[in-house]
Nanobody, 115 residues
Framework: QELLVESGGGLVQAGGSLRLSCTCSGSIFSIYDMGWYRQAPGKQRELVATITSGGSTAYVESVKGRFTISRDKTKNTMSLQMNSLKPEDTAVYYC?????????WGQGTQVTVSS
């Protein structure tokens, strides 16, 4: 059973927008800190944005002002609104939920930005 399922990836032109969603299996994730990571071909996975269980957010410098992370605890979902996309944003994007020693990952969704 997949505990975290991403959706919303796809192909978009540079300057366009996409919205990624992560659906969590169970309301237990409301107490977890969550985040979005991405991995481009030949590169290490990197943190993109995080949101704590209390709603505090943080972003990697390269996406500040363009991406917005949010979560809806009533729907057990987390989202990443991505605007002004650039070719260098091309990667597989992963949803993560963590708390203490527990660490969960989704299967990933591909985002491709064409120039």
């Amino acid at each position: 059973q997949e505990l975290l399922v991403e959706s919303g990836g796809g192909l978009v032109q540079a300057g366009g927008s996409l919205r990624l969603s992560c659906t969590c299996s169970g309301s237990i994730f409301s107490i977890y800190d969550m985040g979005w990571y991405r991995q481009a071909p030949g590169k290490q996975r990197e943190l993109v944005a995080t949101i704590t269980s209390g709603g505090s957010t943080a972003y990697v410098e390269s996406v500040k002002g363009r991406f917005t992370i949010s979560r809806d605890k009533t729907k057990n979902t987390m989202s990443l609104q991505m605007n002004s996309l650039k070719p260098e944003d091309t990667a597989v994007y992963y949803c993560n939920a963590n708390r203490n020693r527990f660490d969960y990952w989704g299967q990933g969704t591909q985002v491709t930005v064409s120039s």
